[in-house]
């Protein structure tokens, strides 16, 4: 589905990417891991056309994407669910669910999409006439979540899903991705909670300042010893 080739990244005149190749096969939940700075969500960022590769290029469904703009992507069926949720605050969550979906095939089907969410995350039926900015965190990502569905995406790209999130609501985050698989949709995840995040992915790389060094199954990759001495405490 997805295929990075030889990319290079920067901000500015520092360089965060170097030579990056890896690919995304329909219908797998794909991680990258690796500590901070090491060019997780720069990737994600670059893929979603926020940041342009200096050098080599990105093929969805084998058509070019590195210079097509953002809004184009999203049409094209790429969503990408941001670090930190960026909810519009002051706006209801059934008002942040229809900012996913304002276009074609999505504002046509955003009724039967709405359903397939609600029952996805029953709270937010609950919550959906309730101010975003009063959720709790916990909701406020399950919001970012589904936002993000409302598009209709074939990869559905999720950036720290469960940073700052109580355990219980972590194993709840990582059911419902399992659950957004099942529907059909191919998800890539970048995660800082490692041991849960190679449970779930089928496959992952290992980023390690801004270069993939290692990739396998995940449960390769929670098997392999540098990883686990590295990110896993063992």
């Known amino acids: 589905m997805l295929e990075i080739k030889n990319i290079d990244v920067s901000y500015g005149d520092v360089q965060v990417i170097w030579d990056l190749s890896f690919t995304v096969k329909q219908g797998e939940v794909l991680a990258l891991i690796g500590a901070n700075g090491a060019g997780k969500s720069t990737t994600l960022k670059t893929i979603s056309g926020i940041l342009r590769p200096k050098r080599g290029e990105i093929l969805f469904e084998n058509r070019p994407i590195h210079m097509i703009e953002p809004f184009h992507l999203i049409e094209m069926g790429i969503a990408h669910v941001p670090e930190a949720r960026r909810l519009f605050v002051e706006m209801t969550v059934e008002e942040n669910l229809d900012m996913g979906s304002l276009k074609g095939e999505a504002r046509r089907d955003r009724a039967k999409t709405k359903e397939m969410i609600f029952n996805l995350f029953p709270r937010l039926r609950e919550r959906q006439y309730q101010l975003s900015g009063t959720l709790s ?92 001495a590295a990110y896993l405490g063992v």
């Open 137 to 228: 965190g916990g909701e406020q990502q399950m919001v970012a979540i589904a936002r993000g569905l409302m598009s209709k995406p074939k990869l559905l790209m999720l950036d720290e899903p469960s940073l700052g999130l109580a355990p219980i609501l972590v194993r709840e985050i990582f059911n419902v991705i399992n659950r957004i698989r099942k529907e059909g949709v191919t998800v890539m995840i970048v995660e800082q909670n490692v041991k849960q995040t190679l449970t779930i992915a089928d496959r992952a790389y290992v980023l390690e300042n801004g270069r993939a060094t290692l990739e396998g199954t995940g449960t390769d990759l929670l098997n392999n010893p540098h990883v686990q």
